[in-house]
């Protein structure tokens, strides 16, 4: 059966970012300091460079992209969008399934869209180090790539119990010329107090966050970077919804249902939100975000404010939240691994305006496999989430017998997550449904904020 994939001249990488603040039927809630009181832009500038900052609270709707970021997304883009025929004729469904494919950046991921904006704006400002934090590695992997381009030092801190499932990403970046380091390490207070209480900690996202940002707000000649959550990412990442409206008007189609990886958001704001803005002016879309059942933000959260970090470093962000000192348990999906949900995309769901739900882990590599043996890409295991939710909207189509059009976006290959997928081949991985008791006790740490 031939595949079918739309394809863009490399004339057509888009020109602008898509700012979804522009849109948005409310304005945001403010981003606060430690005491509860709304901060500035100013706030931000010990660890960002001023251009990323404008970004950052920018309610213009089109922000143009640089050429020099342009030339280099000419490296792998525009993506192709492909028709999973395949995949459709295996589940038996009406249903027409199209998928993204990210993985095809040199970096394997989505996230090499914001790694290269990122490092771009750091040189421009005289940067030449920066810290990052990265879960599976996909980020720390972009960032090593785009701090190669722009010759800047890289300093990754890397989730151990992904530093420990996930030794080719971490060889990756190395290749690529950075540091890495597992965290909770020695290297910050952050990541020795969290070893003094516990010295097999697997550590989180939230933590390794804590001990780049310490490292970056410590030194004059280093800034931050970060992969997911904040405006400016998502805003990057839209390059990957921005396409794909083109590309559907070349295959005659519009998508009646999107879904996307959910763990801090880019994933699936960069999908999602281009698609959002058509939605807002009257074309119906369901825009789905899938998050792992054991680190269920959206779906069991709490929508607060809440620090982006385990120790209190970030500022206060409202957001569905499980607890900043929420420690998930050790999935291999390490880059949904995350207590909260970008403040953009809570914001969405708690208006109703996007939907969400929560996949168990072993369903997850059931359709990463289904797929691979479908349409021969073997994906990531975040990506699997988004896979395992459209697999399950398509047996919908094929019981009701509509034909509707599905659209995931395949954010990463899985070709450095063999063995989480050998894991999975020998019955060695499990499902984890977090209990509600420790939702709730997290939850109660919250910090404190005036109403």
Sequence with gaps: M????????????????????????????????????????????????DAVIEQEVSRERWIPIPEPVRELYQLWRPTPLIRAHRLEAALGTPAHIYYKYEGASPAGSHKLNSAIAQAYYNRLEGVTRMTTETGAGQWGSSLALAGQMFGI??????????????????????????????????????????????????????????????????????????????????????????????????????????????????NFGGVAFPFLADKAGGRTVR???????????????????????????????????????FMPPSIHAGGLRYHGASALVSQLYHERLIEAVAVPQLATFEAGVTFARAEGIIPAPESCHAIRACIDEALQCKDSGEPRVLFFNLSGHGHFDMASYDKYFNGELEDYAYPEEAIIAALARLPKVPA
């Design 2 to 49: 031939p595949q079918t994939k739309f394809w863009l001249p490399e004339s057509e990488i888009p020109t602008h970012w898509y700012n979804m603040v522009a849109d948005l039927p409310n304005p945001p809630a403010p981003v606060l300091g430690p005491d509860g009181q709304p901060i500035g832009p100013d706030a931000l500038s010990a660890i960002f460079p």
């Design 287 to 325: 825009l789905v975000a899938v998050e792992p059942a054991s680190c269920p933000s959206l779906t069991r959260g709490h929508y607060a404010y809440d620090f982006g970090d385990t120790v209190g470093l970030t500022p206060l962000m409202k957001q569905y939240t499980l607890g900043h000192d």
């Design 153 to 266: 030092e890289v300093r990754i801190y890397m989730v151990k119990v992904s530093y420990q499932q996930k030794p080719f990403r971490r060889s990756m970046m190395q290749t690529w010329g950075a540091t890495v380091l597992a965290s909770p390490s020695m290297e910050s207070t952050s990541g020795r107090a969290a070893l003094a209480q516990d010295a097999d900690n697997p550590g989180s996202l939230g933590l390794a966050i804590a001990e780049a940002v310490e490292e970056a707000a410590s030194r004059s000649d280093t800034n931050y970077g970060l992969g997911s959550v904040l405006n400016h990412v998502l805003l990057h990442q839209t390059v990957i919804g921005l396409e794909a409206r083109k590309q559907f008007a070349l295959a005659g189609e519009y998508p009646d249902v999107i879904f996307a990886p959910c763990g801090g958001g880019s």
